[in-house]
């Protein structure tokens, strides 16, 4: 008989390979340091919550056949303490021999004693999964938003993906664009092209350190009625673990502030002259989200980013919509919770869900274990 059984150490090594094979798409066998992150991350830290935990489908033959990645998250909704359990991998192999495995394995998590159970990297047979769960896919936090800057670059960059040796035409595409953007005049946003030279004019960025991007998290969230407990959360390692993905460059915090020193919000994106910068946050006040928006394509252009990639929230939709980007449907962000007064704020777009409060800020989502 099969069985969904809780994560533990001794199944750290079987659950890597399952995630080298299946999710990271590799045949070489999983390296040491994805079995040790593995480990720590679901088993060692100290937000783990009572009964919450990560879960492993063992097959008939006792084999580790699917593996569910939980970690747990403290949040507040008007003033009421929650525990959430945000879903990361969810794996199930020999869909042939157990077809039921991945299904078994998210409803024994749905089941767990949390308040609140989400992911935001749902795909397509998950999401179908988790709606006859009776899951909520919510549409305005579930795409990923592109901002075209340099646009020979950026599309060069796409390419790359699947053919590197591409990235030697970069210095041909460095000069289109130069061209292209010279030709700007003054106050001209186009729809894929953006000046380096033109600082946004409502507000002005400035670089701070991870532990001043993180004092800045409770303030400008505090008009969401469910948002992330951030002052019981372990900021400093979840930003850390955010920044050690070198493929993508350095993590790059900033403030925004109006001229007369107001601070109105705060972006976090990874940085590399030349690729698509992947923005982690980005935190806005109530009417500022243009701005913000503005000062980071701007902070972007300046370092010499072709192109940024970052995650909707609600909140910030209708500024993007009069700022060139295109929206793509990677991964839905599903819900599911027995209270009703949590799933009206999940539906009508009060809550604070993505980024740091969820799982793109772990090295499993885009992070280097060779």
């Not at 935001?120 to 006859?132: D, F, G, P, Q």
């Amino acid at each position: 008989m099969s069985l969904v059984r809780p994560f533990e150490a001794a199944d750290a090594e079987a659950v890597a390979s399952l995630f080298q094979r299946m999710l990271r798409k590799l045949r070489a066998p999983a390296p040491a340091a994805l079995t040790a992150y593995i480990r720590d991350f679901y088993l060692e830290t100290p937000e783990r919550g009572d009964g919450i935990a990560s879960l492993v489908h063992v097959d008939d033959t006792g084999r580790i056949s699917g593996f569910v990645g939980v970690h747990a998250l403290l949040m507040i909704l008007d003033g009421r303490p929650l525990r959430a359990a945000v879903c990361g991998s969810l794996m199930a192999d020999g869909r042939d021999r157990d077809p039921m495995a991945g299904a078994r394995l998210l409803k024994a998590f749905v089941d767990g004693p949390q308040d609140l159970s989400f992911s935001e990297t749902a795909n397509a047979v998950s999401t179908r999964l988790w709606t006859r769960l009776r899951g909520v896919v919510l549409p305005q936090y579930s795409l990923d938003w592109v901002r075209v800057i340099r646009p020979a670059g950026f599309a060069i960059e796409l390419a790359a993906g699947r053919a590197g040796p591409l990235r030697l035409l970069k210095p041909a595409a460095a000069a289109f664009d130069g061209l292209l953007r010279r030709s700007l005049k003054p106050g001209d946003r186009r729809w894929a092209v953006a000046r380096e030279s033109e600082p946004a004019k409502a507000a002005h960025a400035s670089e701070i350190d991870g532990a001043g991007f993180a004092s800045l998290l409770e303030p400008l969230s505090a008009q969401f009625a469910l948002r992330p407990a951030w002052r019981d959360m372990p900021l400093e390692r979840m930003l850390a673990d955010a920044a050690a993905r070198p493929d993508l460059g350095a993590l790059v915090f900033s403030r925004v502030e109006t001229p007369n020193g107001a601070v109105i919000g705060a972006f976090a994106y990874h940085a590399r002259a030349g690729r698509i910068g992947r923005v982690l946050q980005v935190l806005a006040r109530p009417g500022q989200a243009g701005a913000v928006l503005d000062s980071l394509v701007d902070d972007a252009a300046r370092r010499g980013l072709c192109g940024l990639r970052g995650r909707t929230q609600p909140a910030l939709l209708e500024a993007m919509l009069t700022r060139k980007l295109a929206f793509v449907p990677v991964a839905s962000s599903v819900v599911h919770a027995r209270d009703a007064g949590i799933l009206h704020a999940l539906k009508t777009q009060q809550a604070f869900l993505n980024g740091l409060a969820g799982e793109n800020w772990s090295r499993l989502i885009g992070g280097r274990f060779d």
